[in-house]
C-alpha cells in the first residue's frame, strides 16, 4: 500500500507544473477550460456572496442540490455536490472499496480513477480503449471479478473524445452484477450533439448502482470556482453527503451553482457550448480534408495522432499551449475561440 502511494505522488509531481515554465504561448489549449469569463448571472451572484463570507455556507448545500435536480428534472435527494467532481470520485472509491478489493477504470482516461482506487487501498485493472477512443465496454466487463466493487467510465472519454451511446451503457449495466458500482463521469456531456443531453439520466430509475458524475468546470466555464455533483440513487448521493467535509462547497460557490442552473445561465451556457460544438465541427471538417489524423470528438477538444513532441512543438510555434500524451501516441487541443482553433489549424496543415 505504502509503494502504491508513492506511486501515485509521483504521479502528482510529475505532471507537468505550468506555473513553472516560464513565459507560456498565449493561446492556452490545454486544459479543456471555455474561452468565455463566466456569464454576467453568475458573476453578480458570486459578487453578492463575497459581501456575506463572514457568514458560513449552507452546510447541507440543500439550494444548489434544488437547484441541480431541477435542471436535471430529478429529486434533490438525488443529488451530492461537492469542491469539484474530483472529489467525489475519490468519495465513491472510499465509500465501496478498501484493501483487498477491486476496481475497472478505462486508460487512456482521467488520471484521477487510478489515484482515486490506489487511495483507497483497492487495486485496479487497467482497460484499453476501443477502435473510436471511448470505452471498450465488453473488455471492461471481462474485467470484472468476484472481488470488485466499483467500475469508472468516462463518457465521452477524456482525452479521445470518444463515446458511448446510452443504450451501449445501457446494455453494460445490465451484465454487470448490481453489486458493483459504476461511475459514469460525464464531465463533457454538455458538448455531446449525437443524442440528448439528458439521455443518461433516464437510468438512474432503472439501475440503484449507477452514479453519474458532472462539473461546472467545463460547459459552464467555472473551473476556478471547483464544483461537481453526482446524480444517483437517494441513498448512494445521501451517503456522498455524509461522508463530504463539512462546508466544502464554500458560499460563492453555491452562488454560482445556483445562478448557473437558473433560466439566465443555462441560456447563456447553451449558447457557448453551441459554439464550441460548431467550431469542433469545423476544425474536424479541415482535419480531414488536410489528411491529419484525429479521434471524431463528442467533447470539448479533439485528440490529434501523431509524436506528441512534434506535434508540440508545431502548435508552440503558432502560439499554441496543447497538452501531450506520449504513452496514448498524441496531443489533446482544447476548441476553443475560433481564431484560437484557426491557429491550431495553421500549424498543423
Not at 6 to 24: C, E, F, Q, T
Not at 25 to 35: A, F, G, K
Not at 156 to 179: C, H, K, W, Y
Not at 300 to 329: C, I, K, M, T
Request: aromatic share 4%; net charge negative; proline share 6%.
Amino acid at each position: 500500500m505504502l509503494l502504491e502511494l508513492r506511486s501515485v505522488v509521483d504521479r502528482v509531481l510529475a505532471a507537468p507544473d505550468r506555473s513553472a515554465r516560464g513565459a507560456l504561448p498565449p493561446i492556452r489549449l490545454s486544459q479543456n477550460e471555455m474561452p468565455w469569463a463566466p456569464a454576467d448571472v453568475i458573476v453578480s451572484a458570486m459578487t453578492e456572496a463575497v459581501r456575506n463570507v463572514h457568514r458560513y455556507p449552507d452546510y447541507h448545500r440543500s439550494a444548489a442540490r434544488a437547484a441541480v435536480a431541477g435542471a436535471m428534472g430529478l429529486d434533490p435527494g438525488r443529488i451530492a455536490i461537492d469542491n469539484g467532481s474530483g472529489s467525489l470520485l475519490h468519495a465513491l472509491a472510499r465509500l465501496v472499496c478498501e484493501p483487498g478489493v477491486h476496481g475497472v477504470r478505462p486508460a487512456p482516461s482521467f488520471e484521477a480513477y487510478a489515484a482515486a482506487l490506489s487511495l483507497a487501498g483497492a487495486e485496479s485493472t487497467e482497460v484499453g480503449l476501443d477502435e473510436n477512443g471511448a470505452m471498450d465496454l465488453d473488455a471492461m466487463l471481462a474485467a470484472v471479478g468476484s472481488d470488485t466493487r466499483i467500475v469508472y467510465l468516462c463518457n465521452p472519454n477524456n482525452p479521445t473524445g470518444g463515446m458511448r451511446s446510452v443504450e451501449d451503457i445501457r446494455n453494460f449495466l445490465q451484465r454487470v452484477p448490481a453489486s458493483v458500482l459504476v461511475v459514469v463521469d460525464e464531465a463533457y456531456r454538455e458538448f455531446v450533439s449525437v443524442e440528448p443531453v439528458d439521455a443518461t439520466v433516464g437510468l438512474l430509475d432503472e439501475f440503484e448502482n449507477l452514479v453519474l458524475l458532472r462539473t461546472l468546470s467545463k460547459a459552464h466555464g467555472l473551473a476556478g470556482i471547483r464544483v461537481g455533483y453526482a446524480a444517483a440513487a437517494p441513498r448512494i448521493a445521501e451517503a456522498l453527503r455524509r461522508t463530504s467535509v463539512g462546508f466544502a462547497l464554500n458560499s460563492v460557490a453555491e452562488a454560482a451553482v445556483i445562478a448557473a442552473f437558473g433560466p439566465a445561465g443555462l441560456a447563456v451556457a447553451q449558447e457557448r457550448v453551441s459554439v464550441i460544438v460548431s467550431e469542433r465541427a469545423r476544425v474536424e471538417a479541415a482535419l480531414k480534408a488536410g489528411n491529419v489524423s484525429y479521434v471524431p470528438s463528442q467533447a470539448n477538444f479533439l485528440f490529434l495522432h501523431g509524436e506528441a513532441a512534434d506535434l508540440l512543438s508545431r502548435l508552440e510555434a503558432r502560439g499554441v499551449l496543447a497538452r501531450p500524451f506520449p504513452r496514448a501516441g498524441g496531443v489533446r487541443v482544447t476548441i476553443g475561440l475560433p481564431e484560437e482553433n484557426d491557429a491550431v489549424l495553421g500549424a498543423l496543415l
